[in-house]
């Protein structure tokens, strides 16, 4: 059986009985970063049944096809994995699709232990509209594809969500603000944890509060789609 268990996406207090139970119970823990899994083992002790610490095996995407397989091939031996991403849901913008793809295709159980995203978590943050909502992950990171990208989707009319690392942060909104027009948005900082930080308004207003500062820390961009007005101001 493959366990696709959500992990906290910031304050570590937000994970599930269920998920914490599973991780001390699984003959395989694979996971991206082993220290920063390892981190969160070790804060809820999680350990096996005999008091051993779980085993611990990375994925990502330089893994390469062997390490595929070796899961597989324990899958296969009938041996339980728990697939933990650095933060959240694992697969939503993480490893595991092909790994996913491949059990359902062979006929192994899956089963997901629900949890914290970034995405919706900032969602119901954002003010936007929640009823009709689409994820795009993240935007290519060169400004013509980027462009290109937004194009794409200017008069989609449900409210669209972005992973963005800190340092496109301004660039991607102006990017927004010149194929949008100037919309509603929101970006959502460090959700979860000490700092966090929603700014909402329209895109003009946001790029100009991020402007004057140093940006840092996680952050997901959410903007209104084309002709939804909400009630911010
Ligand atoms: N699997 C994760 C999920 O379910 O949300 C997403 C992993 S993706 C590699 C990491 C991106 O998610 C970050 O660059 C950021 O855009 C967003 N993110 C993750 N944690 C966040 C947080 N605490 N606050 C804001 N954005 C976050």
């Known amino acids: ?24 119970e699984a003959d395989t823990i694979v ?6 899994t390892q981190k969160l ?38 041996k339980s994995v728990a697939l933990v991403s650095d933060s959240g849901v694992p697969l939503i913008s993480d490893p595991g699709f092909e790994l996913v793809r491949e059990v359902i ?18 969602l119901v943050l954002s003010g936007l509209a929640v009823d009709r909502f689409s994820f795009f992950g993240f935007l290519p990171q060169k ?8 194009s794409e989707i200017k008069d989609y009319r449900e409210t669209l969500i972005f992973y963005e690392s800190p340092f496109r942060l301004i660039r991607t909104l102006e990017d927004m603000k010149e ?11 460090e ?3 000490k700092f966090e ?13 991020f402007s004057i500062r140093k940006i840092l820390g996680e952050m997901v961009i959410l903007v209104a789609g084309k002709g939804r007005k909400e009630t911010l101001h």
């Open 197 to 209: 930080e929603i700014v909402r308004g329209y895109l003009s207003e946001i790029i100009e509060k």
């Open 31 to 36: 996971c991206e970063d082993t220290r920063r």
């Open 179 to 189: 194929t949008f027009g100037d919309r509603e948005a929101c970006v959502a900082r």
């Open 41 to 78: 083992l070790n804060h809820y002790r999680v350990r096996r049944k005999d008091g051993t610490v779980p085993s611990l095996v990375s994925f990502h995407e330089h893994s390469g096809p062997g390490r595929l397989r070796q899961i597989l091939e324990e899958l296969g031996q009938g």
């Open 1 to 24: 059986m493959l366990y696709l268990v959500a992990t906290p996406i910031g304050n570590l207090g937000d994970i599930t009985h269920r998920a914490l139970d599973l991780l001390g």
């Open 143 to 150: 400004s013509a594809a980027r462009r290109k990208a937004l």
């Open 191 to 193: 959700l979860t944890k």
């Open 105 to 122: 295709r062979r006929g192994i159980r899956v089963e997901a232990l629900p949890g914290p995203s970034a995405l919706l978590t900032a």
